[in-house]
């Protein structure tokens, strides 16, 4: 079956920049996560959307970051006048459950951003 | 052999021995521990998960061991295979939090 797809799966921005990168998660995934992750690094925690609300955006760096999942299913990750440091890979997961029984998410292939 | 390199820890074995993986991890409070691999230019993708009521889960070619006294974690493939060349992530939940925190990874690479 279809597994999460995010799109681009590549994005060269210049600095000052807007960017909007999508994640369709798996129908029916009430779960959806959004991660960060560096060269070399695991994924950091950027927010998490149960259904269409956001209940933790806790990890976003700044207020250039942005999220939104409006219809409880795909979301839209924004980054206002990107910066350098903003280039990585931006993860999407999404899980079926609330967090209660398990917490095994299922992954996007992720959108490399790099910013010049 | 193990080496830390400048980003990743490195694991280098041959094609049909068996690999250990290990992880500490930071918080003692955390109850549910996850395993993933990813392989380059993907996600993350679950391998085998274990809750800290456990201190041993098998799976097909893998074993977590869990360590609650010292905080470790490991995982282990039997007769590892080329395509079990990938980074490994351990990350690890706290009880009620959805949020997991990842550790730094193990680059995995198998000759055949």
């Known amino acids: 079956g279809a597994g999460v797809s995010q799109s681009p799966r590549y994005k060269v921005a210049k600095r000052g920049q807007d960017v909007a990168l999508r994640c369709d998660p798996i129908?029916?995934?009430?779960?959806l996560f959004w991660y960060q992750q560096a060269l070399g690094q695991g994924p950091e925690f950027l927010t998490y959307f149960q259904n269409e609300a956001q209940l933790d955006k806790s990890g976003l760096p700044s207020d250039r970051f942005f999220a939104e999942r409006p219809e409880g299913s795909v979301s839209t990750l924004k980054i206002q006048r990107t910066q350098q440091e903003d280039s990585a890979v931006y993860l999407c997961?999404?899980?079926?459950?609330?967090?209660?029984?398990?917490?095994?998410?299922?992954f996007g292939p992720g959108t490399r951003l790099t910013v010049t | 052999g193990e080496s830390v390199g400048l980003h990743l820890p490195t694991l280098s074995v041959q094609e049909g021995d068996n690999s250990i993986i290990n992880c500490a991890y930071s918080?003692?409070?955390?109850?549910?521990f996850i395993w993933y691999k990813q392989e380059s230019g993907k996600g993350p993708q679950f391998i085998i998960d274990i809750r800290s009521n456990m201190d041993k889960r098998q799976g097909q070619r893998v074993t977590v061991l869990l360590n609650k006294t010292v905080k470790h974690l490991s995982l282990q493939i039997a007769a590892t295979q080329p395509g079990d060349s990938a980074v490994y992530f351990c990350?690890?939940?706290?009880?009620?939090?959805?949020?997991?925190?990842f550790g730094r990874g193990t680059s995995l690479i198998v000759h055949p």
């Open positions: 129908s029916g995934h009430v779960s």
């Open positions: 997961a999404s899980s079926p459950d609330y967090g209660g029984i398990t917490y095994e998410q299922y």
């Open positions: 990350a690890e939940n706290i009880e009620g939090s959805y949020i997991p925190t």
């Open positions: 918080n003692s409070a955390s109850d549910y």
